[in-house]
């Protein structure tokens, strides 16, 4: 999946003769990591995602992620977090309270739906 999201990232960055740091700028991300998506090395988080669609004005689908695409890249990254020696204790613990009240706020956004 990654290599197809570079590859298209790419096309759209060359369709509008831009530089991967005039991208990277845009996005407030460095020119490395631009040219990692583009390579297929690392994928792009969501919230990059959805600021290359507003700047080259297509949709997610463009890049065919789907919203089980984006709630499974955000458990598996919130996972990585979660198992890292690297993370506090009391960054976890924030994380989870902040995952649980995004959950009950969902929650209850389905309720007043229906």
């Known amino acids: 999946m990654s290599k197809m999201i570079g590859k298209k990232l790419r096309k759209l960055r060359k369709r509008k003769v831009m530089s991967q740091q005039e991208l990277a700028e845009k996005v407030n991300i460095t020119r490395s990591t631009i040219s990692n998506y583009e390579l297929g090395k690392r994928t792009p988080h969501l919230k ?35 198992e890292s020696n690297d993370v506090s204790p009391q960054v976890k613990e ?17 309720k007043n739906e229906h």
Do not use: T
Request: aromatic fraction near 16%; include cysteine; proline fraction near 2%.
């Open 48 to 82: 990059d995602l959805q600021k290359f669609c507003k700047i080259f004005n297509v949709g997610l689908d463009y890049f065919e992620v789907k919203p089980k695409d984006e709630a499974e890249n955000l458990l598996h990254r919130a996972k990585e977090v979660f």
């Open 94 to 110: 924030q994380l989870y309270i902040d995952f649980m009240h995004l959950y009950l706020d969902m929650k209850g956004e389905k």
